[in-house]
């Protein structure tokens, strides 16, 4: 069997941004690598969308945004979003980058075939696949395994599933500039649903019917929805582009529970996606530096994780929704509604010190999360 000293089992956002900051930090080209994947990543077949100051992935953002709106039934705010601006990413893109500075290092390898399984065996670990088997020294496991949290019930699974339409319109509707971040105006049938809106022109625009719960709708539903929106906006004619789905797992299980010696859990499967928004991008770029740093000086992935005080706010948020699934559109409205939405955006990005945590949790309602909190503390 060939010996690698990591392989990685998938290689998405998660295993390709770690690969990403290994070469960037020179550190590991003395390394073999095998990323492993049935998906040979030469399509768009996902956008990642993030609000930044710090010029991150500049040369493959698609589009800005320097505001967005944020609405419900009662009002529409307009947020400036200074000093962020809220960026788009082509996945086709993050991959062709990525794949490029993997061609430039001998020591990296991508087989397209599909992951049949993976084990730890004493001091090296054996991934198996339909065309043979490999030896590693590390695997980085990025496939995710939802029985894994469907089988328990501590800790709440809540879906952050959509359907999106890129349409191109004959009426001048969209401001270019300005996001709809979240439109909870549409009929919410006793849900945390909403619209979302990413323009690129006045006349083009994609447009996403997002819900925050538990179970699934048919595809008809979601399209009935964006076509009423589409209504509303006053567009009479349009012509869909493109039309992408997706379902992502919005969960504070513990997935770091998983790694052991030599097999750590990233991505999806272990946790990196923001719990309490389902936002991945970002959350990929910090823990993949983490990681990376971490490889500098330990082996032992066991100790690879770090539960802060945010894995406990995502946590009561969840289980709000998960018990009281219509209070979302309120929680959050009254974080948008008035105050500082820079402060709000830090505080997602999991940046803020104490005190700007509580200028944002004091503009939240009260009760619900007393009530989350007492469950959790109480036996």
Known sequence: MQHYHYIFTGSGLSALMTVYEMMLSGKFNDKTMLLIDENPKKSNDRTWCFWDQ???????????????????????RVLELTPYEYKKIDGLAFYEMVFKMISEHKNIH???????????????????????NFTCNKVFNSIYNPKEVTSQSKYP??????I??????KEA????????????????????RFMYVLPTSTTEALLEYTLFSKNLLSKEEYEAEIQNYITRLGITEYEIIEKESGNIPMTSFPFWKNNSKNIVQIGSAGGWTKASTGYTFKNAVKKSKALVQFL????DFVKFHKKDKFWFYDLLLLD??????????????????????????KFLDEETS??????????????????????????
């Open 296 to 299: 500098k000086t330990e082996s």
């Open 54 to 76: 710090n010029h991150l992935f500049e040369d493959i953002v698609s589009k800005k945004w320097p505001q967005a709106t944020f609405s419900n039934e009662k009002f529409t």
């Open 157 to 162: 699974l809540i879906h952050q599933h959509f």
């Open 320 to 345: 709000i929704l998960n018990s009281k699934n219509h209070l979302g559109p309120t929680i959050f409205s009254s974080m948008f509604k008035a105050g500082s939405s820079e402060v709000v955006f």
């Open 354 to 379: 104490l005190w700007e945590d509580l200028q944002v949790i004091w503009r939240c309602p009260k009760m619900p999360f007393i009530r989350a909190l007492l469950n959790r503390i109480l036996p």
């Open 110 to 132: 991508f087989l397209n075939q599909k992951v049949v399984d993976f084990t730890e065996l004493g001091d090296h670990c054996v991934v198996k696949t339909a065309v043979g």
């Open 173 to 192: 509707v969209f401001t270019p500039n300005c996001a709809t971040f979240m439109d909870f105006s549409v009929e919410l049938k006793n849900n945390t």
């Open 164 to 169: 999106g339409w890129f349409i191109k319109s």
